[in-house]
């Protein structure tokens, strides 16, 4: 069973910065693509970033480009999102997910991933 938890959200003041973690257990391979969404207060999911086996990063939201940065521990199966100069606009639920195909395009639409994790609540105070 495959099974990803999140970590590292929390209350921030605009200009912070948070580095949130996504473990996966139950695989011992790491050909999958590991990838972040968020939904905030009252809005749809959207994606944010994503990261393929072969370490190949895709963003989605424009607003984070240049913001937020994406990487992954092989050896510990653990995908990271640093998200540096934050804004309230960045309050949101962050939630890791999981596409076990093997490809080297993240996909950016969320039916793609099979295994989601409960996700970590991001809130950015101004």
């Known amino acids: 069973q495959v099974q990803l938890v999140e970590s590292g959200g929390g209350l921030v003041q605009a200009g912070g910065s948070l580095r949130l973690s996504c473990t996966v257990s139950?695989?011992?391979?790491?050909?999958?693509?590991l990838g972040w969404f968020r939904r905030a207060p009252a809005k749809r999911r959207e994606f944010v970033s994503a990261?393929?086996?072969?370490?190949?990063?895709?963003y989605g939201v424009e607003a984070v480009k240049g913001r937020f940065i994406i990487s992954r521990d092989y050896a510990n199966h653990t995908a990271y999102l640093q998200m540096n100069s934050l804004e309230p606009e960045d309050t949101a639920v962050y939630c890791c997910?999981?596409?076990?195909?093997?490809?080297?395009?993240?996909?950016?639409?969320?039916?793609?991933?099979?295994?989601w994790g409960q996700g970590t609540l991001v809130t950015v105070s101004s």
């Open positions: 997910a999981a596409d076990l195909t093997f490809s080297d395009h993240p996909p950016t639409d969320d039916t793609s991933y099979q295994y």
């Open positions: 139950g695989r011992t391979w790491t050909t999958y693509t």
């Open positions: 990261i393929s086996g072969s370490g190949r990063a895709i």
